[in-house]
């Protein structure tokens, strides 16, 4: 007879296992920070476009930047950060990344123009990109692989938490304080987050680190400023064939192709290309990608349709935006039930066919729409992702070895930050054209040199309606057309986005969740190794 196989001994130390859910909740307070950042903003963004005193008068493509600014930062050292928390501690890295993004948002605060938040911004985005691949990277090593499903969905639930919070949160700072009490609410969270994570959340590091890629760092960062300035700048002149829009972008893409080049010859790359020979590992990072371009270019045009078209004030549309994060909050930590019956790739191509669904659904909105159907589109939204982001980042994460896991983690984050950045650059720039061609006709009562403002954003058509009086109430009337057509163009872009996301998960993630390896497969697993 032969002798049973022994239980293969668990690898987190016992102290570890028993508090895993307390260090869990330190994590996802440290995510919620990033997150609730950005879904703060959003609600905040038609008051910080307002004149002073109430904002800093803030045109459109400032506004973008004041987004951007933070999430290039952010993409372009996601890699650096991933390596140094797997060097150097990931644990040390969070709590320098922590203290960073706190200083970072009281100067935001204080912003006494759009430069100045731009720029402050951008310290946010240095913070930020050391925070979020170290909790991922945090929770690969504080639980065992068959626990890691569910504490990634519980983890992507976070985020919807966040998203719920934020727009609550902003409207009520909006509606009581000024506008930078929208970042200065990060600080005691951070002082929180700090005291917990000192006390409770354990280091851990990759036993053979490499050196840092430098040159590969700035290539990225240098790449992807160009290449989204490009299409701001673009966006702003109602043209993209202006010289200088094209030679900004090509130069970009130029860059980032110098960049790929120079990772596949370096002999310590801030991102191994081989990662993405493998068709699994590459859908599941283009899928992320994919979502986050569609969805943030959708929630900087939804927050201009319920505040400035239909009138509601900040904490309204905070409150409007609540399915969509109750969704994701709900289903993201059930994803994976759902993933063990059906499998990856009819979960992901489900949760993409309701977000390109939902999408396409506000080319349906117009300025009488009753309000529970966007309500409605919302939370289905929510629900579509949540069968997204916890299937793929599962893949992505168990994907590579446990002492690769900031690595993972900042490729994941880095795909999801690139794609959102480039979501608010492309479809705010379609948006803000077909705005602008669609309102400039309306402006010729204007002056000559007041046209080009105006004509900039719905804020701008609507600023300078208000100071003409009665003589603007078709200016008013113009601008909400203009805006109702722009942002049904902008709806369609996103959709037929979130379409080839469904046609790449549905040719390359995995039919079915693949059996457990077994201890000495799961040792040596190479990359992908958990979707074949």
Not at 29 to 57: R, Y
Not at 348 to 364: E, I, N, P, Q
Not at 485 to 510: D, N, Q, S
């Amino acid at each position: 007879m032969s002798t049973p196989p022994l239980p293969t001994p668990p690898r987190i130390p016992e102290a570890v296992h028993r508090r895993r859910w307390a260090i869990l909740g330190v994590l996802m307070l440290s995510l919620l920070i990033v997150v609730l950042d950005n879904s703060i903003l959003n609600v905040a963004i038609k008051t910080i476009s307002t004149p002073e005193p109430t904002g800093i008068g803030a045109t459109q493509g400032e506004l973008e930047w004041a987004i951007n600014s933070y999430t290039l930062v952010f993409a372009g050292l996601l890699f650096t950060a991933g390596l140094l928390g797997d060097r150097l501690g990931r644990k040390k890295v969070l709590l320098a990344g922590l203290i960073v993004f706190g200083i970072g948002s009281a100067f935001a605060a204080q912003s006494g123009s759009p430069v100045e938040l731009i720029a402050f911004r951008a310290v946010m985005g240095l913070g930020a990109a050391f925070v979020m691949p170290a909790t991922l990277a945090v929770l690969m090593n504080v639980f065992e692989r068959d626990e890691q499903p569910k504490a990634i969905g519980i983890w992507a639930g976070g985020v919807g938490l966040a998203i719920a919070i934020g727009p609550i949160t902003g409207g009520v700072l909006l509606d009581h304080f000024w506008w930078g009490s929208v970042f200065l609410i990060n600080v005691p969270i951070v002082i929180v987050a700090v005291a917990l994570m000192v006390w409770l959340v354990p280091d851990s590091r990759d036993p053979k680190p490499g050196r840092v890629d430098l040159v590969g760092v700035a290539l990225s960062v240098v790449g992807l400023v160009l290449l989204v300035y490009g299409i701001i700048k673009g966006g702003q002149l109602a043209d993209f064939t202006d010289p200088a829009v094209l030679g900004t972008v090509l130069a970009g893409l130029a860059v980032l192709v110098v960049f790929v080049l120079y990772e596949k010859r370096c002999d310590h790359p801030s991102v191994d290309i081989s990662y993405f020979k493998n068709k699994i590992f590459s859908a599941a990072i283009s899928a992320i990608a994919l979502v986050f371009f569609a969805l943030m270019g959708v929630t900087f045009f939804s927050v201009f349709y319920t505040q400035s078209v239909r009138g509601y004030s900040p904490l309204q549309t905070g409150l409007l935006m609540l399915p969509l994060a109750v969704a994701q909050l709900v289903f993201a930590p059930r994803a994976r039930l759902v993933v063990d019956r059906f499998g990856v790739r009819a979960v992901c191509t489900g949760g993409l066919l309701l977000v390109m669904a939902t999408l396409a659904a506000f080319s349906f909105l117009d300025a009488d729409t009753p309000i529970w159907v966007l309500e409605v589109i919302f939370f289905l939204m929510g629900t579509g992702m949540a069968h997204i982001m916890t299937p793929t980042s599962v893949v992505i994460m168990q994907a590579l070895p446990r002492e690769k896991a900031g690595s993972a983690s900042a490729l994941s984050n880095t795909f999801r930050q690139v794609g959102g950045a480039l979501g608010i650059a492309v479809l705010g720039s379609v948006l803000s054209t077909a705005y602008r061609n669609g309102v400039e006709d309306k402006l010729a009562l204007l002056p000559a040199d007041a046209r080009h403002t105006a004509g900039e954003s719905i804020e701008a058509t609507l600023g300078v309606a208000a100071k003409l009086g009665p003589r603007g109430e078709p200016l008013v009337t113009a601008a909400n057309d203009s805006f109702l057509h722009a942002m049904h163009v902008t709806a369609l872009w996103g959709a037929g986005v979130a379409a080839i996301g469904t046609v790449v998960v549905f040719l390359f993630l995995p039919g079915r969740t693949p059996p457990e390896p077994g201890p000495k497969e799961r040792e040596a697993e190479p990359v992908g190794a958990a979707g074949r």
